[in-house]
């Protein structure tokens, strides 16, 4: 029989699309076909990483240098924005710039590794979203909608393409403490419970802490077998006098699954498996062993990893309305390290032609000072910037060693080839193979899109 | 077909029969009219069906958006004033052109001085700022492409208005009629809902299963009406009970169980978003908090207990406060509103309008199961729900405050100590946003309700913020939907799905009832009996159609694999709810008495019922989340069924079940397990978890298993909570 014939039949009277497919064949570990049902374009990414720098990094100090500030000094922006009243005047970044790698990438020197990496990276430096506070802007950059409850990037990745690993969970959200919003930044919202991102707080490396319920606090592996042996006689007889009730089968399947999933878990996400150089490269810091942990991760089929960079005590670390330019030196260290560490393990594994990695904040910082109590330049901070910010994305088919779109002479406002949050989704799920206009979920009596009625794939920073 | 290529056509055809049904004022269209619409459309569409619906859906996705929201307000027939004698929004305005020419010209964009305007050559449209690139490359591969356009008329598509009249013909809106089929006949109450199910089997060569064995059914009742397992000693007791009336005596007796009202409790708390805070918290800012959310809750649990006939349930939980006789007793009831979300940033106006989508959206879909919420920004593409019915809505919602009402005079308004409530705001009309945006305003909408729900022309509310009006509507037995979507509800809690499978949506895209008839017969009797759920709940429990054997017979499954016609009682996995109150009952620790505060349901030590589990819409407890506990944010429909690794992973290793096993080992041994012989420990486990014996291959498998293994005995009492017997119901 046609193996499509019953997927239309189900498709027809599931109602809820290809997720619902997705997870049915995860179920039925049907012939393990490489061809996602909701992949209608090639996929150049099978799986993303995305680093998110919660608080917002300066752009005018790593990634878009602006002359023209010096000149200006401390002159104040005559534009109509928002939060103009705490506005100070222009602040020139005290770092230096330069190209690096072939294709002449431009950062700044709080960036010296990923230099080193430079022709893997596309930088946008167009970018702009919505509104500059941090809730709506991290819940646009997520779930491209400022309000909640809409699905985030890494649910619909997983509604969309499934897992390639049944054994670990679709998307996995990394985060050594809360940011700011909180679960639903990795919420499924409407769409089925089991696309929400598994949230893993990584200040703790033991297997029993990242990971609930992943070890019998009393058994060993191996009696827990006799248990469960016990067990899946008990079902298996149930299930015998009760015919073709298909259900009951799928529920002996997964208990086995979860079972093994223990061993898988518990070996997918100990980085203290990895060798000394390797975990030297990336750093020690939270953020460093979250990045490490991510790339084990996607090795074993995660879709979708969501880093978020933050710390037990500071929910949004790159929030430097204060101490600007000393903050990001020290933030930088550790997010150039780490990043570029992993870009290059993935590289030298051959997984970066086809991992996706997205490295950037809710939005930007304002190329001004910002009003503070404490006049000492040298303490200035910068404010929350959402008309021009830049982010960059490496692997998984985009043009490496690329920028693209320019701000203003002042880095104020995306001006050229401006992108918005929306065409940055559309663009991601476009490189997972989905198009953004067709992964869609009925519900409350519409169709619900991540891009909701925007959205355009961003064609130039594509890999030819 | 074999590669994902059929995926994608088979979605075009999704959405090409749905457009389909979206042409123009579908609902003004008689059936035979949309039919040859509709075979119209196949027809043409033979030949180049994916380009024409690729067009379609360009057309849709990138260049109707840009035309409305950028040209409309100088260019179609509803701007002030029409600039340049152009009008854009209609394809014959947009060939025809204005008075410099024809502003499309298909093929040519060249010659189509709308994109000579858009790039700001002879003209510079729209004036205040210029497109962005990417629309402008749009626009020119869209009259390139041969400018599809769909939009017909001579005027604007404004006018193509919903004709309400004819969307009331749709069967949803009009009045449920008695059966006419037992017209005449004197059928007793239950027999009634058999009459209407068995009619259909006949044709179909269905044959009913036989009714199910006494103890399978035992359960089912006690689940369905108490979300609590029997005991050994009931099912033994049910198995003597040879009397006529032993079902009926069962149900009256759980009826009248206090355990109902916390049972079916929940299922209102699921359609109302129950919540005890917000989905944002900023900084360590609790004001937004609901710490007394609890007294809402109780006071439904009670309700249903005290058997409020559903209509009045309605009223107060609208208007109790301005209902005089009510307001002292019933306050609490206003959580439905006052529990709401508050979003972040309250006090703009855009954030404002979420807030009353919310509203509008949980009294629209959750009481008369139908969707209003995307009138919000444009007249409903597939129900008569104007734009206008949405304003008029949300007016009420607008009129009125989120209140905590302090406990005493004392007591400032510290959610600490209040009741979280709605009040009277300051009554306002509100204008039409148009496309939903807050600074683009159309005409202003006087509150009143739905337009298609009653005949004639919509009643403006005039008592304050109107919401005692609009419990009125709501609950007039002349509306069409009220009875019609509660008692679908609860079908749809003992069958598993709805007579109408779309429990929150009657509209167009919802499903069509299964039995019609029947969920009309029940519906205008449920009304005729003063809108009582006890009765309701007695018509349902007694059918032969709900006490049927669950098995699977090979005939029928062929004929109708999904039960659609109901010939036997589907298996059903127990929600959260029921596994973890039956695993506290097998252990012999639930505190069915104690009310109040709320719990966390995953404490080892908790002995509390999991309706009163605390519910954060922030970060929702992992047990329930992961148990398909619907997100509290937003009105549930009906909860999604989900089987994951995850949740097994919880059965087989969290502190929770393995000390509820602990317990119910300790509780069969009786403390000590040097006394107790394996056969009697296993003996005694089986029916203290399935209230049932072993049989012989079991009992020798159990004990064996206890005989390699002495100190085992919670870990067959864990096998045993966490088999799918134990959660399943035949």
Redesign the interface.
Same mark, same amino acid.
């Given at each position: 029989m046609n193996p499509w014939h019953s997927r239309r039949q189900m498709l027809k009277t599931a109602g809820t699309g290809f997720g619902w497919l997705a997870a049915q064949s995860m179920l039925q570990q049907a012939s393990a076909s490489k061809v996602s049902p909701a992949s209608t374009l090639a996929p150049k990414a099978k799986r993303v990483i995305f680093l998110m720098m919660n608080g917002a990094p300066s752009h005018v100090d790593t990634f878009d240098p602006k002359p023209a500030l010096k000149k200006h000094e401390g002159k104040v922006p005559s534009a109509d924005f928002m939060r103009r009243s705490k506005a100070a005047g222009y602040m020139p970044s005290p770092f230096r710039f330069r190209p690096h790698g072939d294709s002449g990438v431009i950062m700044s020197e709080l960036l010296p590794n990923l230099g080193k990496v430079a022709d893997e990276l596309c930088v946008i430096r167009s970018m702009y979203t919505d509104e500059p506070n941090h809730e709506p802007g991290l819940l646009m950059m997520q779930s491209g909608h400022q309000q909640p409850v809409r699905p985030c990037l890494g649910s619909w990745a997983s509604y969309g393409l499934g897992t390639e690993n049944e054994n670990l969970p679709a998307f996995v959200a990394l985060s050594p403490g809360r940011p700011v919003v909180g679960p639903q930044l990795w919420s499924s919202a409407f769409l089925p419970a089991e696309h929400q991102g598994t949230a893993v707080d990584t200040n703790d490396l033991r297997v029993e802490k990242l990971l609930a319920n992943i070890r019998n606090p009393e058994l060993s592996l191996e009696s827990q077998r006799v248990q469960l042996d016990l067990l899946q006689f008990l079902n298996r007889r149930h299930a015998d006098k009760r015919q073709l009730e298909e259900s009951l089968e799928s529920q002996i399947r997964s208990m086995e699954m979860a079972y093994r999933m223990q061993t898988a878990a518990a070996e997918a996400f100990d980085v203290n498996r990895e060798p000394k150089h390797i975990r030297e490269a990336y750093g020690s810091t939270p953020y460093a062993n979250s990045c490490l942990m991510a790339r084990r991760l996607v090795e074993r089929g995660v879709r979708f990893v969501q880093v978020f960079y933050v710390d037990r005590k500071n929910k949004q670390p790159w929030d430097t309305h204060n101490n600007n330019n000393s903050r990001h030196i020290t933030l930088c260290q550790d997010s150039d390290k780490a990043t570029a560490a992993l870009i290059s393990d993935l590289k030298q594994r051959g997984l970066l032609d086809d991992t996706l990695i997205i490295w950037g904040g809710e939005f930007g910082r304002t190329p001004f000072a910002q009003k503070n109590k404490d006049s000492n330049p040298k303490n200035a901070g910068r404010d929350h910037h959402s008309t021009g910010f830049s982010m960059f994305l490496a692997g998984g088919g985009v043009r490496g060693g690329h920028m693209h779109g320019n701000t203003d002479e002042f880095g104020m406002n995306a001006v050229e080839d401006r992108v918005h949050v929306h065409d940055l989704h559309a663009t991601i799920l476009h490189l997972l193979g989905v198009d953004h206009e067709r992964l869609t979920y009925r519900y409350s009596g519409r169709d619900f899109r991540l891009t909701d009625v925007h959205g355009n794939v961003v064609q130039k920073i594509l890999r030819g | 077909?074999?590669?994902?290529h059929?995926?994608?056509q088979? @979605?075009q055809a999704?959405a090409h029969g749905r457009r389909t049904q979206l042409r123009p004022a579908p609902l003004a269209l008689s059936r035979v009219v949309q039919i040859v619409s509709l075979l119209l459309f196949f027809s043409l569409s033979c030949t180049t069906a994916d380009d024409t619906t690729e067009q379609q859906?360009f057309f849709e996705?990138k260049i109707r958006?840009v035309l409305v929201e950028h040209c409309y307000k100088c260019h179609s027939a509803d701007s002030k004033k029409v600039e340049g004698g152009l009008l854009l929004d209609t394809a014959a305005g947009s060939r025809a052109g204005g008075e410099s020419g024809p502003a499309v010209v298909p093929g040519k964009p060249n010659e189509s001085l709308l994109l000579d305007a858009v790039r700001y050559q002879s003209f510079e449209m729209p004036p205040n700022q210029q497109l962005?690139?990417?629309i402008v490359a749009d626009l020119e591969k869209w009259i390139r492409d041969g400018a599809h356009d769909p939009r017909s008329g001579e005027h604007s598509i404004t006018e193509d208005e919903i004709d309400i009249e004819a969307g009331r013909k749709f069967w949803a809106f009009q009045p449920p009629q008695p059966s006419a089929f037992l017209e005449g006949q004197d059928t007793s109450d239950s027999a009634r809902i058999d009459a209407l199910i068995q009619r259909h089997f006949k044709d179909r060569g269905l044959t009913a299963n036989i009714p199910a064995d006494r103890r399978t059914l035992l359960r089912r009742l006690h689940f369905d009406l108490t979300g609590l397992p029997p005991t050994h000693e009931e099912v033994l007791a049910f198995q003597q009970d040879k009397s006529a009336d032993a079902i009926q005596k069962v149900v009256d007796d759980l009826l009248s169980r206090k355990t109902y009202g916390q049972r079916w409790a929940r299922v209102w708390l699921d359609l109302s978003r129950f919540a005890e805070d917000q989905?944002?918290? /900023?900084g360590n800012n609790k004001s937004l908090f609901y710490p007394n959310a609890w007294r809402y809750r109780d006071w439904v649990i009670d309700a249903l207990n005290n058997n409020i006939p559903y209509d009045q349930f309605i009223r107060l939980q609208l208007a109790a406060d301005l209902i005089d006789s009510q307001k002292e007793t019933h306050r609490a009831a206003l959580g439905f509103i006052g529990l709401g979300?508050k979003?972040?940033?309250r006090n703009d106006l855009a /954030?404002m309008a979420?807030e009353w989508e919310d509203r509008v %959206?949980v009294v629209s879909?959750g009481l008369q199961g139908i969707?209003v919420?995307?009138a919000r920004c444009h007249d409903h593409k597939?129900d008569p729900i104007r734009t206008e019915d949405y304003y008029a809505l949300a007016g009420v919602f607008a009129s009125t405050e989120m209140f905590n009402q302090p406990g005493s005079k004392k007591d400032k308004k510290d959610p600490e100590n209040s009741l979280h409530i709605i009040r009277e705001g300051k009554a306002q009309d509100l204008a039409v946003m148009i496309r939903g945006k807050v600074d683009h305003r159309g005409d202003v909408v006087p509150r009143g309700f739905l337009q298609v729900m009653f005949p004639g022309e919509r009643k403006s509310f005039s008592k304050g913020s109107g919401r005692l009006e609009l419990a009125e509507c709501i609950t007039d037995p002349a509306n069409p939907l009220t009875a019609r979507v509660i008692v679908n509800r609860i079908w749809q809690q003992y069958f598993g799905t709805g007579l109408v499978a779309t429990p929150?949506?009657f509209?167009q895209?919802g499903q069509r009832p299964s039995h019609p008839e029947l969920l009309d017969d029940l519906a205008v009797r449920f009304v005729q009996n003063g809108w009582d759920l006890k009765w309701l709940h007695r018509q349902i429990a007694l059918s032969s159609a709900y006490q049927r054997s669950? !098995?699977?017979n $090979?005939a029928s499954?062929e004929t109708d694999p999904?039960n659609k016609w109901l010939w036997r009682m589907p298996?059903r996995?127990l929600p959260i709810e029921g596994w973890r109150d039956a695993v506290l009952t097998a252990a012999g620790r639930i505190d069915v008495d104690t009310g109040g505060q709320s719990i966390q349901p995953d404490d080892p030590v908790e002995r509390r019922r999991t309706v009163y589990s605390a519910v954060s819409?922030? !970060?929702?407890n992992?047990l329930l $989340?992961?148990f !398909?506990f619907p997100?509290p &944010?937003?009105?549930a429909a009906r909860r /999604?069924e989900? &089987?994951?690794?995850?949740?097994?992973?919880?059965?087989? @290793?969290?502190?929770f079940i393995?000390k509820q096993a602990r317990y119910t080992a300790e509780l069969v041994s009786g403390g000590t397990n040097e006394e107790t012989v394996e056969a009697q420990l296993v003996t005694a486990l089986f029916a203290q978890t399935l209230q049932r014996e072993p049989d012989e /291959?079991?009992f020798e498998?159990?004990v064996q298993?206890l005989k @390699?293994?002495p100190t085992?005995l919670p870990?067959?009492a864990?096998?045993?909570l966490?088999? @799918?017997?134990f959660?399943?119901l %035949?």
């Open positions: - | 077909m074999t590669s994902p059929a995926t994608i088979l @979605n999704a859906r996705a958006p962005p690139e990417s989905a944002h918290i /900023v979300p979003y972040y940033r /954030v979420e %959206d879909r969707t919420a995307c597939y929150s949506n509209g895209l669950s !098995d699977i $090979a499954m999904t298996r996995r819409r922030f !970060d929702l992992p $989340a992961r !398909d997100d &944010n937003v009105h /999604v989900t &089987n994951t690794p995850l949740q097994k992973l919880f059965l087989l @290793n969290n502190l393995i /291959v079991e498998t159990a298993f @390699n293994q085992a870990q067959l864990q096998s045993l966490v088999s @799918n017997e959660w399943y %035949d």
